[in-house]
């Protein structure tokens, strides 16, 4: 194929190689969208997709395909599914988060209303489920439903975790196990299943989508407290003002004196926030280090995401992925 990547993101790179490909993910997306009865359904849904973002989810599981040598239309439908999935848990997050803003735009809920956005999710969720039965695949049908319903368990616990001083770094970890990793991992996977892989190859997919969907998710939640949440779409801060105990906080308090904890237990777990308290919780993190910690636990996730990708035979695509993982983390370089 000999495509020069060199000058190009990871993710840039991977849509080249497979611009085919998501012509077809994105007709199918948009065909899909559409209802006959509901209109808002549509304007919504495009509110959503139509905002942008690097579409990294679809562009893993055409990857993970093409590598493995599929050639059969199913990659198509199965890189609209995990794109569907990922919209529909995006309208419902940004309803429980009562969110303003998403990829620098006003969240749907916003725009319209929760009730809106909260069916829109549901019907895409539905959307997604037709498309991977049509790939008459057992398995396939298994990998993601049981990966939508650990992204909904995911929600949950974070629900009872996210502001709670007790939250440690286990169970955060297993919370964005679900909400985030589970999706990247079943994209991964499913692409070699369709491609009928051999199954220590669909296992390296796996592990490499949850190692770098982990990775993901530290950096974000890293980016948040570091000044850096412009690229996200969102402003500085956003995490602590929602009360959310990402890594840094777990990390910061789990070194905390007595009259730091108070300061935490005040701001996370009463959300009685005064002026100045952002910048004073900024100034603990770094006092603790925990931006630092965080910051190397995502570099070693995407080191072992890389490690995964790296057991697979050679392809130029393997070679992309393995990129990917360290382009996550330039963010936090």
């Given at each position: 194929m000999?495509?020069?990547t060199?000058?190009?993101?990871?993710?840039?790179?991977l849509?080249?190689?497979?611009?085919?490909d998501?012509?077809?993910?994105?007709?199918?997306?948009?065909?899909?969208?559409?209802?006959?009865h509901?209109?808002?359904?549509?304007?919504i849904?495009?509110h959503?997709?139509?905002?942008?973002g690097?579409?990294?989810?679809p562009?893993?599981t055409?990857?993970?395909?093409?590598m493995?040598?599929?050639?059969?239309?199913?990659h198509?439908?199965?890189?609209?599914?995990?794109?569907?999935?990922?919209t529909?848990t995006?309208?419902?997050?940004d309803?429980?988060d009562?969110s303003?803003?998403?990829?620098?735009?006003?969240t749907a809920n916003?725009?319209?209303?929760?009730?809106?956005s909260v069916?829109v999710?549901?019907?895409?969720?539905?959307?997604?489920f037709?498309?991977?039965?049509?790939?008459?695949?057992?398995?396939?049908l298994?990998i993601l439903?049981?990966?939508?319903?650990r992204i909904a368990?995911g929600?949950?616990?974070?629900?009872t975790?996210?502001?709670?001083?007790?939250?440690?770094?286990d169970i955060?970890l297993?919370?964005?196990?679900?909400?985030?990793?589970?999706l990247?991992?079943?994209?991964?996977?499913v692409?070699g299943?369709v491609?009928?892989a051999?199954?220590t190859?669909c296992?390296?997919?796996?592990?490499y989508g949850?190692a770098?969907g982990?990775?993901f998710q530290?950096v974000?939640?890293?980016?948040?407290?570091?000044?850096?949440?412009?690229?996200?779409g969102k402003?500085?801060?956003?995490?602590?003002?929602?009360?959310?105990?990402t890594?840094p906080v777990i990390?910061?308090v789990?070194?905390?004196?007595?009259?730091?904890?108070?300061?935490?237990?005040?701001?996370?777990e009463?959300?009685?926030q005064?002026?100045?308290?952002?910048?004073?919780?900024?100034?603990?993190?770094?006092?603790?280090?925990?931006?630092?910690?965080?910051?190397?636990d995502?570099?070693?996730?995407?080191?072992?995401?890389?490690n995964?990708?790296?057991a697979l035979?050679?392809?130029?695509l393997?070679?992309?992925?393995?990129?990917l993982?360290d382009y996550?983390v330039?963010?936090v370089?």
């Open positions: 000999g495509i020069d060199t000058d190009q993101s990871p993710p840039k790179a849509r080249r190689w497979l611009s085919c998501m012509d077809a993910v994105d007709a199918l997306i948009r065909a899909r969208m559409a209802s006959e509901a209109p808002r359904i549509a304007e849904s495009t959503l997709v139509g905002a942008g690097k579409r990294l989810r562009l893993m055409l990857a993970a395909a093409r493995c040598g599929h050639d059969g239309p199913h198509i439908a199965l890189a609209a599914t995990v794109e569907f999935i990922h529909a995006l309208l419902h997050d309803v429980v009562e303003a803003r998403r990829r620098g735009r006003p916003r725009l319209w209303d929760n009730k809106s069916l999710g549901d019907y895409l969720f539905a959307r997604s037709q498309l991977m039965v049509g790939t008459g695949s057992m398995r396939v298994d439903s049981d990966a939508a319903a368990e929600e949950v616990l974070q629900l975790a996210a502001q709670d001083l007790r939250t440690d770094e955060y297993r919370v964005i196990r679900g909400k985030t990793a589970a990247f991992s079943a994209a991964c996977e692409g299943v491609a009928g051999p199954d190859h296992a390296a997919l796996a592990e949850d770098l982990v990775s530290i974000d939640d890293y980016l948040d407290y570091s000044g850096a949440g412009e690229a996200l402003n500085v801060g956003d995490d602590f003002r929602e009360r959310k105990l890594l990390k910061a789990a070194r905390a004196d007595a009259e730091e904890r108070a300061f935490w237990a005040r701001v996370i009463k959300g009685e005064r002026e100045g308290d952002l910048e004073h919780a900024i100034d603990l993190l770094n006092r603790h280090d925990a931006l630092e910690d965080t910051r190397k995502a570099v070693a996730w995407a080191r072992r995401a890389r995964a990708i790296e035979p050679g392809h130029p393997r070679d992309i992925l393995a990129d993982a996550v330039v963010r370089s």
